[in-house]
């Protein structure tokens, strides 16, 4: 009699319908609503989960054993720019080793414009990571009108039209600017507003790095949401921040006025990286209009001595409105005229240069520099406490504003290997700023809510089986800004689409992702 309930038991648990993938069992479940974890298993089949519960009847291929560990979605970058360095490094490593499985790329008004083509090469490479992408609106200007400073024209205008609509209808989820950059900066609110429309007709975003995030954020902020009113769209407010020492313990005011927003019925979102130093590039410390039209025409007009002394001039008053005496707030993270540059500040780079110990030649080194190229830079020169109450608002995600790192290339910001596994170590464990169910939330479901992604951001039957298993006593961030090259700790599972990418905290070279369109 045992021998026949044993073979029926077998038959039982073999059969195609209680057969799976794989099982994670007995994990504690926090499954990205925000609500407290329960004890349960997770079945996977096929890429997509299926089961949530106890599951004693089913038997799988693999089995994760969770006990004592939290079980999660994958977590959601919003905010990313992986153009160029997909093949570099396919299994975009300090993604996956912080908790990543999808991630959000064409921020700042930077992107592939022909998203179509770009989502086919990225299907057929297939990166660890899942990705999704904004149009952006400084490569759409670039592709119909290059760099130039002045309006476009009625038929330049429609060809942008139509360069957003077509990316709509290739997948784009949005579209994005970067009022800061170039071309961006020399655009007019009204264009964006009727770019941003072609987006918003095919429910799309709109996703601002905003017109400035230091002495005139409460404009730049405003700007965006009238862009958002007017195009009848929600807003993601990109790395949302105040810059500059003078700047300091605004972030009441600027919070406030997107709770407003809210509050009048306006779809008002914002991300950010929990660090106080920011990342961009060293043109941003110079005047816009000096960096129209090219690099040929950046350098003729720097070798102008009157434009070259108004530049320099331009730079020591930003500098003196930070109340320093010097430029060491900028930090190279990447500079290809000169390596031995990078990690060392303007101030330090200028006295390599045997120079005198004075703004003027500081500022000069930096014109010399834009004229070799340009760099990108770590800027120093946010407060911690701004960085810990914008943490608190409930309508904020998570963001690395980072590429795929090449490991040890350049000194690049901690934030491409670090951004979660700090705001769980820092900010929840050691310093309880957010709770560990507030923070999941964040990382998941909310940015899946805001870019529609309807089957992701959840641990919910039927969903895409992006799931990560880990200890919260455990990760930490290893990557600083003297030794970024160090991959985050603590992620003991990882799998993306159901396949298992990180096992026992060692990424296995799978490359499951998606394009998500």
Request: charged content about 25%; aromatic content about 8%.
């Amino acid at each position: 009699m045992r021998f026949l309930f044993a073979l029926l038991l077998l038959s039982f648990v073999n059969h195609p319908e209680n057969r799976v993938d794989i099982i994670i069992r007995n994990g504690k479940i926090l499954d990205g609503t925000g609500n407290s974890w329960y004890l349960a298993d997770v079945a996977i089949k096929e890429g997509r989960i299926v089961k949530i519960g106890k599951l004693k009847n089913l038997a799988a291929d693999k089995e994760i054993d969770a006990s004592g560990m939290y079980v999660t979605p994958g977590f959601i970058d919003v905010h990313t720019h992986i153009e160029g360095d997909e093949m570099a490094n396919p299994e975009a490593s300090n993604f996956i080793y912080d908790g990543v499985t999808s991630v959000v790329t064409g921020n700042c008004g930077s992107s592939v414009v022909d998203l179509n083509k770009y989502f086919m090469k990225l299907d057929s490479v297939k990166l660890s990571i899942n990705v999704a992408s904004l149009i952006g609106h400084n490569d759409v200007r670039k592709a119909v009108m290059g760099t130039a400073n002045r309006e476009p024209s009625a038929d330049e205008f429609n060809s942008m039209k139509s360069l957003v609509e077509q990316a709509m209808k290739d997948g784009a989820v949005g579209f994005s600017t970067g009022l800061i950059y170039i071309p961006g900066t020399y655009s007019k609110t009204s264009e964006v507003v009727e770019l941003a429309k072609v987006a918003a007709a095919y429910n799309g975003v709109y996703a601002s790095h905003i017109r400035d995030e230091a002495d005139s954020v409460v404009y730049a902020i405003n700007e965006a949401l009238r862009v958002g009113r007017e195009a009848g769209m929600p807003v993601e407010i990109s790395h949302f921040k105040l810059s500059g020492q003078q700047n300091w313990g605004r972030s009441h005011e600027t919070l406030d006025i997107v709770i407003a927003a809210r509050n009048q019925g306006l779809d008002v979102t914002i991300d950010q990286y929990p660090y106080t130093a920011s990342s961009t590039s060293l043109s941003t410390l110079l005047p816009e209009w000096v960096l129209s039209d090219g690099q040929d025409s950046i350098n003729a007009r720097l070798q102008r001595p009157d434009v070259r002394k108004q530049v320099k001039e331009y730079m020591i008053s930003k500098l003196r409105r930070r109340k320093l005496k010097h430029f060491s707030f900028p930090v190279v993270a990447s500079f290809k005229a000169d390596s031995t540059f990078n990690g060392k500040s303007i101030e330090q780079v200028n006295l390599m240069k045997g120079r005198k110990h004075r703004a003027d030649t500081e500022a000069e080194t930096i014109v010399e520099m834009m004229e070799q190229g340009g760099a990108g830079m770590v800027f120093h020169g946010m407060s911690e406490e701004d960085v810990k109450l914008i943490m608190q608002y409930p309508f904020n995600m998570f963001a690395s504003d980072a590429s795929i790192r090449i490991f040890n290339k350049g000194v690049p910001h901690p934030r491409g290997y670090g951004t979660n596994a700090r705001v769980l170590a820092k900010y929840v464990r050691d310093e309880k700023v957010i709770s560990l169910e507030e923070a999941i939330r964040r990382m998941t479901s909310l940015p899946a809510q805001r870019f529609k992604l309807k089957d992701r951001g959840l641990l919910k039957e039927g969903y895409a089986a992006d799931i990560l298993v880990f200890n919260d006593k455990e990760v930490q961030d290893l990557s600083t800004f003297e030794k970024p090259h160090q991959y985050t700790r603590g992620f003991k599972y990882v799998l993306v689409n159901g396949k298992v990418t990180v096992k026992d905290g060692v990424h296995n070279m799978v490359r499951n992702g998606q394009t998500l369109r």
